[in-house]
């Protein structure tokens, strides 16, 4: 952590470890060593990859890798964690930087590629476990296909389906192999429209098992 970011935190009145400490207090019991050993790399930064980046910078994992060739528009507003000060910017430069506004004490690294089968394996090698956050079918069938060939034992998390107003008890967490995992009700279409309360719900999926995993569970 810079000089800078030290001296901005001590504006607050505590010491660096006071604030490290009293920010993941509420988190599970013996959560916060495993959660920020850990590094998560996420496909996409939009309404999922977004949700779920934040939800886990909030509860301490220690590096996230953002991955998206995006820049913040001003449809994304109604779902995507951005800022009208950020439309124009790189998604993944954006949301780096909304991250360390609540959470300095992690790590996030911002690549601003497009995935493809010539650069997965150096994009997740890295990763201890591997999220998909595209809304582009042909995108998510290239990460699975090429993840399983590459990766064949490391978690993959995926979501299906989180368009329109159906009910949100509709999106479940499914494991449909050994080290695969889909979250979403996996019928509804973006075509319906994609709105922040369902796209959130799946996101809260997502991040849910990504933490389950880490710390050693299963999916139900």
Do not use: W
């Not at 590096?63 to 993944?92: C, P, W």
């Not at 449909?176 to 799946?202: C, F, K, T, W």
């Amino acid at each position: 952590m810079s000089n800078f970011k030290e001296k901005q935190l001590q504006l607050y009145g505590h010491s660096i470890t006071d604030l490290q400490t009293q920010m993941t207090s509420r988190n599970v019991a013996h959560s916060a060593l495993p959660l920020s050993s850990s590094k998560v790399t996420i496909a996409g930064a939009g309404g999922l990859g977004s949700n779920i980046a934040i939800a886990l910078a909030r509860i301490g994992i220690g590096h996230l890798t953002l991955v998206d060739f995006d820049q913040v528009e001003l449809s994304n507003l109604n779902r995507q964690q951005y800022k009208l000060n950020q439309i124009g910017m790189a998604k993944v430069v954006a949301l780096k930087q909304n991250i360390e506004e609540f959470n300095p004490f992690i790590s996030v690294t911002p690549l601003q590629v497009t995935v493809s089968a010539a650069n997965v394996a150096d994009l997740f090698a890295d990763a201890d476990v591997i999220c998909e956050a595209f809304d582009d079918p042909a995108a998510k069938a290239l990460l699975l296909r090429e993840c399983s060939r590459l990766f064949p034992q490391k978690p993959l998390v995926m979501a299906s389906g989180m368009a329109g107003i159906h009910p949100a008890n509709q999106i479940k967490t499914k494991q449909i192999n050994q080290h695969v995992y889909v979250a979403g009700d996996g019928v509804s279409s973006g075509q319906e429209g994609l709105m922040a309360p369902r796209v959130m719900v799946a996101a809260g999926h997502q991040a849910n098992q990504i933490v389950r995993l880490i710390l050693g569970n299963q999916a139900d």
